[in-house]
């Protein structure tokens, strides 16, 4: 973004726009076209400046405009009038400004038209410095030490010049930095950035503009700086460097490859490449012309290093170091390459040319074979001019890689005899190859002895054995005097030597004597050879050159010399014969050519130079032959004693050239021009190609004297044109030699023309360099463990190097290295790996010492260098942070991975070993666990911790079963040589349980069809006990067979790996109905996720093609088919994940769209766990069908003990799944002979074996089930439904003798379903209203007794009001208080839930129904009844007259409907009227058809379904969303209560009062009568023996004051009163009776309900109906009190209004207007005084107990009844408790009353 900077008087503004635009630049408003402003510029004071405003209608229509001119008077225009553009027309307006000070102006001018005004603003402003520059610069990301940059332009806005300068810090730099702009001109500004380190930089540069720099302006300048990382990439890798291998290369060949840079970073890096410092005298073979360069991000560059060696069988070693400016990293490359020379050999090393005829020649070939890939220079040491026997072509020449070529040999001799020579062929770059050549020559005078190769192996052996001194006769003579003998081979031998010869056939060497030569050494024989034959000093041994030498052994003729003498001396004992080999037409001849020598005897030779044309070289190698005289004749020579002739040469040059000649210029290459011999004390050879590159042939001579120490063979020779020589070098390498050695080539015989060859010939002592100044630090070691550390030393000599590290015995068990010995070529460093390994806790100072030597002189004196090794010891020891580890819970087949975090606090690294031992806390009787696999497996069970540092061991559980686990994990100390230092020691403890995926049905609800089934009912239908309890235990491992969902099975129906099967029963509905829906809240209890599917048969079975598939489906697969594909039944979700403590609702749904019975196999899977095969059963009843719903063809009864009085009422249900009722009745033959099969006596009893079941409801069954003995009983009942299927049930029991089981007895109530939550976990959609608990278990009670529970129903809805209501219409033991109401939004409401048991023990499980209904829909209903009750009355006094057909039909239609009950007539629709009615919106009752075939429907019931949908029904009232409420219970008798739950009987009132419904002990017209009781007819006889007289004497039986008054009856008085009961009256009221009898009291109850208990003022006007008898003692007034006190209903009464009491309270305190927590409030009573005048209760209590003491006598206090019941509260007592005593009632007292 650009931005302007400019002065405005001493205030610089900043604004983030470009300058404002142009003035030319012209806008629209209102449809004129016009300027936005008018800007004057350049302007000075005094004058006047126009500018003129033109405006142009652009609109369609004419335009008139009013101005309002220039409020200033610094702008002047026209005065104002009316403008008139038409369309098109423009019109100028013309503005002047009138300046009178130097500022700036500004003002408008403002049009209006009809649409509306606008402004030209007017502008005059003065020049001012204004630079437009921008805000920020970014620049490209940078390298730390290098530099990137940017640029940026800034532009002088002003019409001014102006002087500009930068100021910036580093690391930006800004050029130019200063200047000066013109008006509007630009500037580019270059931004350098070269950051220093890595960090982000944001720096402002300042720039100063203006005349004297007093404005300044300011960019940001931001850049990032990163550390650049640069590597090599190369094939190779060693320790601490990358490795460029060249591999062999031939000599003097050049390699080139490649190596590259890699820039890994995001910016751009240079690098520089540079070399190690190498060894003095040496140069690198090596070649990199790279050596600095830029590498761009991510990205390579290739360097190229070319190899070309010059040294055979060597290695070459170089070293690279890549060096990046600002990098962190160093990186070494390694440049290995060994150079190899060429392979050459002879096919044959002996050539014989045989026997050959004097003046004839023999020809003969040999191949000369190069095995390598290097090219091969050879040439023969054999004169090619003739002056030789022996005559070869080629004799030199380039053999290229693996290539042989043909020699030829030509045999010409001169002399008869036997000719032998031993030719060197020399290789450049290699030792010579020696060929033997043999030949003999016959003439005809003379016929010497055949010379073969076997001789030669014979004169070999004699050489050895020193016997070639010896001429042949003297030794034929030694053979036949014994001296000598013959070996195996042939050869001669003395007997000493024989002696020591091994003694068997096999033995094929020969025995060398002390005094015999050793081998020389292929060059060294050369050397001897172009000796003359004479050993040089220093030379090995002596050779066939020692019998017969020359001297000089070469002769070079200048033009001023015509011969030169040559000395031969014999050293021999024989007489020798020398000849010298003669040549024709050659310019050199020998004079004699032949002599005879005696034994150590010299003679001379004179050798003439005669050339026969002037200005020619000459030169070649003169032969001469010399042998024993003696073998000139085969007869005086054995075989045994035949030796060769020994060749002898001598080489001659020289040239013809007239003094003053000019010479021919040579031309020739040397290669290589310096020769560089190893720095040893010791003999070496090299060998230099001599090529002659020019046309003429030329001659080199080499001055020996120049060089003594570097001896040249040949030093002279003739080279043609095209061909070369190879010369050899040998010298011996001095401390004394300068650094370089010149020999000088004189060529052509000319001192002008000179050739240098440079030879290095310096003794150079071995050196090597230690890393660190020879010093090595260890870290702190534990004992007996092993430090390494990484040591580097570099071969700084030209010499291969031998090292051996040397370290003392004794400190050979602390410290070791690796390779302690290896070879060190030149410049080569070597990485050895240096272990530390301390034995006991010290410090330690060791001094091993390196030892190296050159590798060709093993046995030289060694040099030393000592190492400084300093390291320390101390204790190890781990620990870890926690000692325990909690896993929870692992999956079983799973697997959890966690980590060990092991602490090394000590200074030293440690190395351990870690164990588990794995321990199960609940393994199982049956398990082994000693051979189970450990289930705790650690990543690395060996490792060392740094010192002061913290290690991760990943450890992975993966247990095999279900089991708390705990795992041991122990740590041993190890050594060096992982040896265990210490017993093993726990580290830590891993607990951890393995579990499999555990999920729980929590809660259900259901919808649809399905509404009105309770949830007892739900969860039976779908066995969610069951299910609970299959997914709590531990899959079979057939279940694990696919631990994943997966399609598995080809089948329709696949195959089960379970044997876990349970009913899904989604119960019964009619055809067509909604469907049934049940939603079950899944949770997750474990703490593992759970993975869950349903699978149905289509998800397990493999997607098979069209051909594949069978046509042949069995009616299951039919019938599943049919399910699947119309989508039946459906879950939704079918699969999901629940995290542990998660929950998950799944509904579940049946269509009832097909009539019958509908199956389903669905496999619900657990990922890793459980797999339990659910069968979805459904049915669907047509809708005239009556139908019983049954779920089982067996019930149980609950167990009932044997000789019990009052057997408990149990029921079963019965549902009705149809769409009509269906009246059922119970066959009981069966129950009759039952009844006969037990002595009459009723074991099963049904007490309403016939009834009706309404749709959609269920009705219960009582039955009375009284066990005869302790036995399970058994029966099958065939249950009949009217018009319907009848269905076979078989009822069970079992009794059982309560003495034997003890206190096992089962009388306590066991729910059928324990688990079934009481509160609701799954809301259903929509569901405004929750119940506080859904199922209320009342437990244990005993009979005629009251249970209350509160519940709370609850509006969760925010907006909505709704109404409730409980459904009790068929409960008479439970009610429910408020029966209705009304919830406000987010209002509870307090219910009273009670139970009222019966008299007799009975099982009570009711399902009670609370319908809940928006107060929305209500009205929304009572609206639309409203409208259709008006439509109703309108179509009632509204009618149409029309045709005399349509008012027939009409007629009919309405006489038809008046019949069906509908509610108006339907009119014609072509009948005219004011309202419509609107067609019905309802299912279509063609659903009900669906899968069942149907006829054609016939034209009339077409017409009727016409009609019946353009017909306005009347509307339906809203349906009520159900709640159900479950009541549970067992009653059981006083006696049997009191027995077995005494600590429960204080806790609840018996209502003795209470009568019992009819119906519940009036037994079935079908029954048996009973056997105890004859049977009765009906009356009011029948009725005081079933009712009055069982309560009379069940209450005397209960009661124990009526026991204590039997036995006091003997010695009890007559009563006084007895006599007037008699007389006076003796139909006394039947409750004075009861009020004065006191065994009345405990006498049957009044049939007065409990509900509305007696007044107290009848109670207490009994008194008042005996008028005529006399007024009773005072103490006649205390036993009436305590006869009103044990009355039932005054219990009863004391009763209810304790319960109201407590009930108003709770209400009180839900509505808030009572708190039940509050603190008490303490008042303080008046004295005793006060109190006792200040109630009349207490004065009546007082005088009343004092009136009758004087006549009261000492009585027991009558026993009350036994009944429990609560105490009425106080204030009810005060007119009913008796006169006080002398002291004042005690709170005993008065509870006790």
């Known amino acids: 973004m650009i931005s302007r900077y400019s002065i405005v008087g001493p205030v610089l503004q900043r604004s983030g726009q470009l300058q404002r635009k142009a003035s030319s630049q012209r806008s629209c408003f209102l449809g004129v076209e016009t300027l936005e402003e008018l800007t004057w510029e350049n302007w000075d004071l005094g004058g006047e400046f126009t500018k003129t405003l033109f405006l142009k209608n652009v609109h369609s229509k004419l335009q008139k405009l009013h101005f309002r001119p220039p409020v200033s008077q610094f702008f002047t225009t026209l005065f104002p009038q009316l403008i008139v553009l038409s369309p098109g027309m423009s019109y100028s307006l013309p503005v002047t400004f009138h300046p009178l000070d130097r500022c700036e102006y500004q003002d408008s001018i403002e049009f209006q038209s009809k649409n509306g005004l606008f402004q030209v603003c007017l502008r005059a402003t003065i020049p001012r410095h204004t630079l437009e520059i921008p805000d920020s610069v970014l620049l490209p990301p940078c390298a730390v030490h290098h530099s990137s940059q940017s640029t940026f332009l800034f532009r002088n806005a002003s019409k001014l010049q102006t002087g500009f300068q930068w100021e910036v810090t580093t690391p930006f730099q800004l050029s130019p930095d200063r200047g000066v702009l013109g008006p509007g001109q630009e500037c580019r500004v270059t931004v350098v950035f070269r950051p220093q380190e890595a960090l982000v930089y944001q720096r402002e540069a300042s720039c100063a503009f203006g005349d004297d720099?007093?404005?300044?302006?300011?960019?940001?300048?931001?850049?990032?700086?990163?550390?650049?990382?640069?590597?090599?990439?190369?094939?190779?890798?060693?320790?601490?460097?990358?490795?460029?291998?060249?591999?062999?290369?031939?000599?003097?060949?050049?390699?080139?490859?490649?190596?590259?840079?890699?820039?890994?970073?995001?910016?751009?890096?240079?690098?520089?490449?540079?070399?190690?410092?190498?060894?003095?005298?040496?140069?690198?073979?090596?070649?990199?012309?790279?050596?600095?360069?830029?590498?761009?991000?991510?990205s390579a560059v290739r360097v190229p290093v070319s190899f070309c060696p010059v040294s055979v069988d060597t290695s070459c070693v170089d070293y690279l170091s890549l060096t990046c400016p600002g990098g962190l990293n160093k990186t070494l490359l390694k440049l290995t390459g060994s150079c190899i020379g060429p392979q050459v050999c002879l096919s044959s090393s002996v050539l014989d040319f045989g026997c050959v005829e004097q003046g004839e020649e023999s020809l003969r070939s040999v191949d000369l074979v190069n095995t390598s890939s290097v090219e091969a220079h050879y040439q023969f040491d054999l004169d090619g001019e003739g002056h030789s026997v022996f005559s070869l072509q080629p004799a030199g020449g380039t053999l290229p890689p693996y290539k042989r070529v043909s020699l030829k040999l030509l045999y010409r001799p001169t002399h008869p005899i036997a000719h032998h020579r031993r030719v060197a062929c020399l290789l450049l770059h290699r030792e010579p190859l020696f060929l033997d050549l043999i030949g003999t020559c016959h003439s005809e005078q003379l016929k010497p002895a055949i010379f073969k190769p076997k001789h030669l192996v014979v004169y070999q052996h004699h050489l050895a054995r020193g016997l070639t001194q010896y001429p042949p006769d003297m030794l034929s003579a030694m053979l036949a005097e014994g001296k000598l003998h013959v070996d195996q081979q042939g050869a001669l031998v003395l007997p000493e030597d024989l002696a020591m010869e091994p003694a068997g056939p096999e033995t094929v060497s020969v025995a060398v004597p002390a005094r015999a030569f050793t081998a020389k050494i292929p060059m060294e024989e050369y050397y001897q050879s172009c000796s003359g034959g004479k050993r040089h000093e220093g030379g090995s041994g002596e050779g066939p050159g020692s019998h017969v030498t020359l001297e000089p052994p070469k002769l070079m003729f200048h033009p001023g010399s015509t011969s030169l003498p040559v000395a031969i001396t014999n050293h021999t004992k024989g007489k020798l014969s020398v000849l010298w080999t003669p040549a024709a037409d050659s310019p050199f001849s020998v004079t004699p050519s032949s002599c005879d020598l005696g034994p150590l005897k010299s003679t001379s030779f004179r050798v003439t130079y005669t050339p026969k044309q002037h200005n020619t070289f000459h030169g070649g190698q003169l032969e001469c032959f010399s042998l024993y005289k003696v073998l000139s004749d085969h007869r005086h020579v054995e075989d045994s004693t035949i030796c060769p002739s020994w060749c002898l040469t001598v080489r001659v040059i020289g040239h013809s050239f007239l003094p003053g000649r000019e010479h021919f210029v040579p031309r020739l290459s040397l290669q290589p021009p310096q020769v560089v011999f190893p720095g040893l004390s010791m003999e070496f050879y090299r060998t230099v190609l001599l090529q002659n590159t020019?046309?003429?042939?030329?001659?080199?001579?080499?001055?020996?004297?120049?060089?003594?120490?570097?001896?040249?063979?040949?030093?002279?020779?003739?080279?043609?044109?095209?061909?070369?020589?190879?010369?050899?070098?040998?010298?011996?390498?001095?401390?004394?030699?300068?650094?370089?050695?010149?020999?000088?080539?004189?060529?052509?015989?000319?001192?002008?023309?000179?050739?240098?060859?440079?030879?290095?010939?310096?003794?150079?002592?071995?050196?090597?360099?230690?890393?660190?100044?020879?010093?090595?630090?260890?870290?702190?070691?534990?004992?007996?463990?092993?430090?390494?550390?990484?040591?580097?030393?570099?071969?700084?000599?030209?010499?291969?190097?031998?090292?051996?590290?040397?370290?003392?015995?004794?400190?050979?068990?602390?410290?070791?290295?690796?390779?302690?010995?290896?070879?060190?070529?030149?410049?080569?460093?070597?990485?050895?790996?240096?272990?530390?390994?301390?034995?006991?806790?010290?410090?330690?100072?060791?001094?091993?010492?390196?030892?190296?030597?050159?590798?060709q002189m093993p046995d030289c004196r060694k040099c030393r260098l000592p190492l400084k090794i300093v390291g320390t010891a101390s204790e190890g020891s781990i620990q870890v942070e926690n000692r325990v580890l909690e896993l929870g819970e692992v999956l079983v087949g799973g697997y959890r991975s966690f980590e060990i975090p092991l602490v090394n606090n000590g200074t030293c690294a440690v190395s351990f070993s870690l164990s588990v031992k794995q321990n199960q806390l609940d393994p199982g009787p049956a398990h082994n666990t000693s051979s189970e696999h450990n289930a705790l497996e650690l990543d690395s069970e060996k490792g060392t911790i740094a010192a002061r540092s913290r290690l991760l061991v990943r450890a992975t559980v993966r247990p095999a079963r279900r089991a708390q686990y705990s795992w041991t994990i122990s740590s041993q100390i190890l050594s060096s040589k992982e040896r265990v230092l210490a017993e093993p020691q726990a580290v830590c403890e891993v607990r951890g349980e393995a579990v499999f995926p555990i999920l729980e049905v929590s809660d259900m609800r259901s919808s649809g069809s399905a509404e009105r089934l309770s949830k007892l009912q739900l969860w039976s239908l779908f066995s969610l006990d069951a299910l609970n309890a299959h997914l709590s235990r531990d899959p079979a491992r057939s279940e694990l067979t696919y631990r994943l969902p997966t399609r598995h099975s080809l089948r329709r129906c696949p195959s089960v790996f379970t044997a876990a099967m349970l009913d899904f029963n989604f119960g019964a509905a009619p055809l067509g109905s909604e469907p049934s829906c049940m939603l079950l809240m899944f949770e997750n209890t474990g703490s593992v996720p759970v993975d869950w599917s349903f699978l149905f048969p289509e998800d397990q079975q493999i997607e098979l093609e069209y051909w594949a598939d069978t046509v042949d489906f069995s009616p299951s697969e039919l019938h599943q088919m049919k399910v699947q594909d119309n989508r039946l039944f459906s879950v939704s979700p079918r699969t999901g994940r629940l995290l542990p403590g998660q929950q998950k609702a799944v509904q579940f749904s049946y269509r009832h769209d097909f009539a019958g019975t509908d199956r389903l196999p669905v496999l619900f899977k657990l990922s890793h766990g459980r797999e339990i095969l659910l069968n979805f059963m459904g049915v669907t009843v047509e809708r005239d069908r009556h139908y019983l719903h049954f779920t089982s063809s067996k019930h149980v009864f609950s167990p009932v003990a044997i000789g019990s009085f009052s057997p408990p009422i149990q029921v079963y249900e019965l549902y009705n799944g149809g769409a009509v009722s269906a009246r059922y009745q119970l066959d009981t033959k069966a129950l009759e002979k039952l009844t006969a099969e037990n002595f009459d006596h009723l074991v099963l009893q049904c007490l309403n074996p016939q009834g009706e079941v309404l749709p959609g409801s269920s009705a219960q069954i009582e039955w009375v089930f009284s066990p005869l003995e302790a036995k399970a009983y058994s029966v099958d009942i065939p249950i009949h439904v009217l018009n319907g299927d009848s269905v076979l049930m078989t009822?069970?029991?079992?009794?059982?003798?309560?003495?034997?089981?003890?206190?096992?007895?089962?009388?306590?109530?066991?729910?059928?379903?324990?688990?079934?939550?009481?509160?609701?976990?799954?809301?259903?959609?929509?569901?405004?209203?929750?119940?506080?608990?859904?199922?209320?278990?009342?437990?244990?009670?005993?009979?005629?007794?009251?249970?209350?529970?509160?519940?709370?129903?609850?509006?969760?809805?925010?907006?909505?009001?709704?109404?409730y209501s409980w459904n009790l219409a068929d409960q008479q033991a439970v009610q429910i208080q408020p029966e209705c109401g009304t919830l406000a939004p987010e209002e509870s409401a307090l219910c009273i839930l009670t139970l009222q048991t019966s008299c007799s023990p009975k099982f009570y499980q009711i399902d009670l129904n609370c319908e809940v209904t928006l107060e929305e829909e209500v009205l929304r209903y009572q609206h639309a009844l409203q409208q259709w009750e008006e439509e109703k009355e309108r179509q009632k006094n509204e009618f149409t007259l029309t045709e005399k057909e349509l008012q027939d039909q009409a007629q009919r239609?309405?006489?038809?409907?008046?019949?069906?009950?509908?509610?108006?007539?339907?009119?014609?629709?072509?009948?005219?009227?004011?309202?419509?009615?609107?067609?019905?919106?309802?299912?279509?009752?063609?659903?009900?058809?669906?899968?069942?075939?149907?006829?054609?429907?016939?034209?009339?019931?077409?017409?009727?379904?016409?009609?019946?949908?353009?017909?306005?029904?009347?509307?339906?009232?809203?349906?009520?969303?159900?709640?159900?409420?479950?009541?549970?219970?067992?009653?059981?008798?006083?006696?049997?209560?009191?027995?077995?739950?005494?600590?429960?009987?204080?806790?609840?009132?018996?209502?003795?009062?209470?009568?019992?419904?009819?119906?519940?002990?009036?037994?079935?017209?079908?029954?048996?009568?009973?056997?105890?009781?004859?049977?009765?007819?009906?009356?009011?006889?029948?009725?005081?023996?079933?009712?009055?007289?069982?309560?009379?004497?069940?209450?005397?039986?209960?009661?124990?004051?009526?026991?204590?008054?039997?036995?006091?009856?003997?010695?009890?008085?007559?009563?006084?009163?007895?006599?007037?009961?008699?007389?006076?009256?003796?139909?006394?009221?039947?409750?004075?009776?009861?009020?004065?009898?006191?065994?009345?009291?405990?006498?049957?109850?009044?049939?007065?309900?409990?509900?509305?208990?007696?007044?107290?003022?009848?109670?207490?006007?009994?008194?008042?109906?005996?008028?005529?008898?006399?007024?009773?003692?005072?103490?006649?007034?205390?036993?009436?009190?305590?006869?009103?006190?044990?009355?039932?209903?005054?219990?009863?009464?004391?009763?209810?209004?304790?319960?109201?009491?407590?009930?108003?309270?709770?209400?009180?305190?839900?509505?808030?207007?009572?708190?039940?927590?509050?603190?008490?409030?303490?008042?303080a009573l008046p004295p005793v005084s006060a109190r006792k005048n200040g109630c009349g209760f207490r004065r009546v209590f007082s005088q009343g107990v004092a009136d009758a003491e004087p006549n009261r006598e000492p009585k027991k206090p009558q026993a009350i009844s036994p009944a429990p019941h609560l105490t009425p509260p106080l204030s009810l007592l005060n007119n009913l408790l008796p006169p006080p005593s002398h002291s004042p009632p005690t709170q005993t007292d008065l509870l006790h009353h």
């Open 213 to 298: 720099g007093e404005t300044t302006c300011t960019v940001l300048l931001q850049g990032i700086s990163k550390y650049p990382f640069l590597e090599i990439s190369a094939p190779g890798q060693e320790e601490g460097c990358k490795v460029l291998d060249f591999g062999s290369v031939a000599v003097k060949a050049s390699v080139e490859k490649h190596f590259e840079i890699l820039n890994k970073s995001s910016m751009r890096a240079s690098f520089s490449l540079s070399r190690f410092k190498r060894p003095p005298l040496s140069h690198s073979v090596f070649q990199c012309l790279v050596e600095k360069g830029e590498v761009a991000a991510r």
């Open 694 to 855: 020019g046309a003429l042939p030329l001659i080199y001579i080499l001055d020996p004297e120049q060089s003594p120490s570097v001896c040249v063979f040949p030093s002279c020779g003739l080279v043609h044109p095209g061909q070369h020589h190879i010369l050899a070098l040998r010298t011996t390498p001095s401390e004394d030699n300068p650094p370089e050695l010149p020999l000088t080539l004189r060529l052509n015989a000319d001192p002008k023309h000179t050739q240098e060859l440079s030879v290095v010939s310096l003794v150079e002592k071995p050196r090597v360099c230690l890393e660190g100044d020879g010093s090595l630090f260890f870290k702190p070691t534990a004992v007996d463990s092993c430090s390494q550390r990484l040591y580097r030393i570099r071969n700084f000599s030209r010499l291969p190097l031998q090292f051996k590290w040397m370290i003392s015995g004794s400190d050979q068990q602390v410290i070791a290295v690796k390779p302690d010995s290896g070879v060190l070529q030149p410049n080569e460093s070597s990485v050895q790996m240096w272990s530390f390994t301390p034995m006991e806790e010290m410090g330690y100072n060791l001094k091993p010492s390196l030892t190296f030597w050159p590798t």
């Open 1291 to 1363: 009822f069970e029991g079992c009794g059982f003798d309560k003495q034997l089981l003890g206190d096992s007895v089962p009388l306590q109530l066991h729910e059928t379903y324990p688990s079934v939550p009481s509160t609701q976990r799954v809301p259903l959609p929509g569901q405004v209203v929750f119940l506080s608990e859904e199922r209320v278990s009342l437990g244990d009670v005993p009979v005629c007794t009251r249970s209350t529970r509160i519940l709370f129903l609850t509006n969760v809805s925010r907006t909505d009001t709704v109404y």
């Open 1453 to 1723: 239609h309405t006489h038809s409907k008046l019949q069906e009950g509908e509610q108006a007539p339907l009119r014609s629709a072509t009948a005219v009227r004011k309202y419509k009615t609107l067609p019905p919106i309802r299912a279509s009752t063609s659903s009900y058809l669906v899968g069942v075939p149907c006829a054609r429907p016939t034209r009339a019931e077409r017409r009727a379904q016409r009609e019946a949908a353009s017909a306005w029904r009347r509307p339906e009232p809203p349906q009520a969303a159900l709640l159900h409420l479950g009541v549970t219970a067992r009653s059981h008798s006083l006696l049997e209560f009191q027995t077995f739950f005494p600590s429960l009987l204080n806790t609840h009132y018996v209502y003795r009062s209470f009568q019992p419904s009819a119906h519940l002990s009036v037994p079935s017209p079908s029954s048996a009568p009973s056997v105890d009781l004859p049977p009765l007819i009906h009356g009011p006889e029948r009725e005081i023996l079933t009712f009055i007289l069982p309560a009379i004497l069940r209450s005397l039986q209960e009661d124990p004051s009526f026991h204590q008054s039997l036995v006091n009856t003997v010695s009890e008085p007559v009563p006084y009163f007895i006599q007037i009961k008699k007389s006076s009256n003796p139909t006394a009221s039947p409750s004075m009776t009861s009020t004065l009898d006191p065994t009345a009291a405990g006498g049957s109850a009044p049939p007065n309900p409990p509900s509305s208990p007696p007044p107290p003022q009848r109670l207490q006007g009994g008194a008042e109906q005996l008028p005529e008898l006399p007024d009773p003692p005072p103490t006649h007034q205390l036993d009436v009190q305590k006869a009103i006190r044990r009355f039932p209903k005054f219990s009863d009464l004391v009763e209810e209004v304790l319960l109201n009491t407590i009930q108003n309270l709770m209400t009180e305190a839900f509505r808030g207007e009572l708190v039940l927590t509050a603190c008490p409030r303490i008042i």
